[in-house]
């Protein structure tokens, strides 16, 4: 019978098993925080009773829905982190009327000496530790003020809890102006609390797309008695005084003008927007800052790469730079996403999920890329979408995470990204404010360049032999003959134009699809004898590099690049002893050269040509022309090409 689980108490026992993980590092109040394992076990105590009772946490949710959109504008007003948002909930679960054992009140728990030292007003009429606006603004004060001794806001937190005095005390002056600290059992319990509140809440807060909840301000109500308020606005005067126990008597106070919270439903909610007067903010192209898209810096002090970096790359001066105020490291030609986590002393994994990225994605180079976690929020307001753009381009943009990109701005996962939309990245976009769609400037038509006229002959008839050894010098900038790169078929010559497009004399074979020898179990590629379709996207293996890391073995790491254990033994020439830690692993990737018009499709187990003309809505014969097949038969991997 102690096994036995009751019907009833199965939703609440299943609730209690979802406990959100807690990272190894995380931004917390504009603070890179690196978490001991001691402080991750108090971290996942508090969680565990945060989300106990579903219920209970759903109330909660509700309330952040409601009140998190005032405490963020004030927050944002004030210049202060927008992860203070969670301590309100720690305080007060977001209850306007919550009192301590030590007697403090209200939504930011003041004391009344407190209280009034930072502009509240609390007296026998009015308590303004009751009012959201209000109290809200002195919370600021108090952090901004505590923030000016310590120039640490996790230390600011702290002396919310203790005070000025006791914070001092027990705090390392070392930390002093840090921006990155490492937590663990010996940090205050607030401060754990705290992260704990932000890992439960942060990732939910705005998701209900119908919230039962919404909260409006009103200003001009001086003098004014609830029932002349609840006819204005039309509202209930009972739902509007539920919301308001600030102030005790039936009208308004006339010394100054009170932000009072009016109350709607879902339903309700565009009337009383209309009522309130809540107009939307305009954003218009011209007070849009258009940032420094690479805002690069130097780093304060000269990185150095580890001995391993050294060891496996030896005489590498990778670039470290500050990009958006976060590490960052250049990448160059020829690098790949194994070769700078090594140079950067950083994990693959953290290097992949610092840039979103995917293990197989090549970088670019000269792109700059990321070496420590992105932050929550951008130094810039908006970011207006460009053609072609995507999320993951704004992220890199400005150093915020997809995350906090999608939830600032209310967006759906999978939610497709408009050209011309105006992202928010500083704050979240209000609910009653419409996404905004700006009518971009249509690019400038491209005039075509004439042909230019094929003159040294000679280039021509130069000998693949002579092609691989010799670069010959010619007349710029007609074209260039690049030497056979590394991983093409042999004996082949590449023209890459520059300005335009030179056709050769038709007596010249000049291969423009060369493709390398297949891999074990890799795509195999197309090479038919018939006459080649001259503007085929390049296809060929490239090698990269994987590090073996530890409880690797070659299943995991096959399956990790979507290959075979027994290709990767071929690539390395490996028995059947297994790897070793730090072992080095030649990892062979398919590229596909990217081409306006094409599109590629890898050839999977029982595909046919019937079957791949009836996805793609073509005939068989035009995908034999299109890839200069004689035959029906595939096999599988081969790389077959479809015209948009």
């Not at 335009?500 to 074979?509: F, G, L, Y």
Request: hydrophobic residues 35%; positive net charge.
């Amino acid at each position: 019978m102690r096994f036995l689980i009751f019907p009833f108490l199965l939703p609440v026992f299943l609730f209690a098993q979802e406990i959100t993980l807690v990272p190894d590092e995380m931004y917390f109040l504009d603070t890179k925080i690196i978490l001991r394992n001691s402080a991750k076990e108090e971290i996942t105590k508090s969680l565990e009773a945060l989300k106990k009772n579903k219920a209970y946490y759903q109330t909660k949710l509700d309330r952040v829905d409601a009140y998190f959109p005032i405490i963020e504008r004030v927050f944002e007003s004030e210049g202060l982190p927008d992860d203070f948002k969670f301590l309100a909930i720690q305080e007060s679960s977001l209850t306007s009327d919550a009192v301590s054992s030590s007697n403090a009140v209200g939504f930011w728990q003041f004391k009344r000496e407190a209280a009034l030292e930072h502009g509240l007003r609390v007296d026998s009429q009015v308590d303004e530790r009751k009012n959201i606006s209000a109290s809200t603004r002195a919370a600021a004060s108090y952090l901004k003020k505590s923030n000016l001794i310590f120039n640490n806001w996790i230390y600011s937190l702290q002396s919310y809890n203790v005070g000025l005095g006791g914070t001092q005390r027990s705090v390392d002056t070392r930390y002093y102006g840090a921006r990155e600290m490492v937590l663990d059992g010996s940090t205050h319990w607030y401060i754990l609390k705290c992260i704990a509140h932000k890992l439960a809440f942060a990732d939910e807060e705005g998701k209900n797309e119908t919230p039962p909840l919404f909260l409006f301000e009103y200003a001009n109500s001086r003098g004014k008695s609830w029932e002349n308020l609840a006819q204005e606005l039309q509202v209930d005067e009972l739902k509007l005084r539920e919301y308001n126990k600030w102030l005790n008597n039936s009208t308004v106070p006339e010394d100054k003008n009170y932000l009072i919270t009016v109350p709607a439903s879902y339903l309700e909610k565009d009337v009383v927007a209309q009522k309130v007067g809540t107009v939307p903010s305009v954003i218009t192209s011209s007070n849009v800052k258009t940032p420094n898209k690479l805002d690069i810096k130097p780093l304060p002090e000269p990185k150095d790469i580890s001995y391993k970096a050294q060891e496996m790359y030896p005489g590498e001066k990778p670039l470290f730079v500050l990009r958006n105020g976060l590490e960052a490291i250049k990448a160059k030609s020829g690098d790949d996403i194994n070769k700078l986590a090594i140079l950067s002393g950083i994990s693959r994994a953290r290097f992949l999920k610092y840039n979103d990225l995917r293990v197989f994605d090549e970088l670019t180079p000269n792109e700059y890329y990321y070496i420590e976690a992105k932050r929550n929020k951008a130094t810039e307001a908006f970011h207006t979408v460009n053609v072609g753009e995507s999320l993951r381009d704004v992220s890199q943009l400005y150093g915020i995470t997809i995350n906090s990109i999608m939830k600032k701005n209310r967006m759906k996962k999978g939610e497709p990204l408009q050209a011309g939309r105006e992202l928010w990245l500083k704050s979240k976009r209000p609910e009653n404010v419409p996404v905004k769609i700006v009518k971009l400037k249509p690019e400038p038509k491209k005039v075509p360049v004439p042909k230019a006229e094929a003159k040294p002959k000679e280039v021509y008839k130069q000998t693949t032999e002579q092609a691989k050894d010799t670069v010959p010098i010619l007349p710029k900038p007609v074209l260039t003959i690049l030497t056979k790169p590394s991983n093409t078929a042999k004996d082949s010559i590449y023209i890459t134009p520059k300005e335009s497009v030179i056709k050769p004399k038709e007596s010249v074979a000049i291969p423009t699809n060369p493709v390398s020898k297949p891999a074990p179990d890799g795509p195999k590629l197309t090479t038919q004898n018939s006459q080649p379709t001259t503007d085929l996207p390049r296809v060929y293996y490239k090698d990269s590099i994987h590090v073996v890391q530890q409880k690797e073995n070659l299943y995991s790491i096959a399956r990790l690049y979507n290959t075979k254990p027994d290709s990767l033994k071929a690539w390395n020439k490996i028995d059947s002893t297994g790897l070793k830690m730090s072992q080095v692993l030649i990892i062979k990737k398919l590229v596909i050269e990217k081409k306006d018009g094409y599109e590629a499709h890898v050839v999977s187990p029982g595909e046919t040509l019937y079957r791949i003309a009836d996805i793609y809505k073509v005939s068989v014969k035009s995908i034999q022309e299109w890839n200069n097949k004689t035959e029906f038969t595939l096999s599988v991997g081969e790389v077959i090409f479809i015209k948009k």
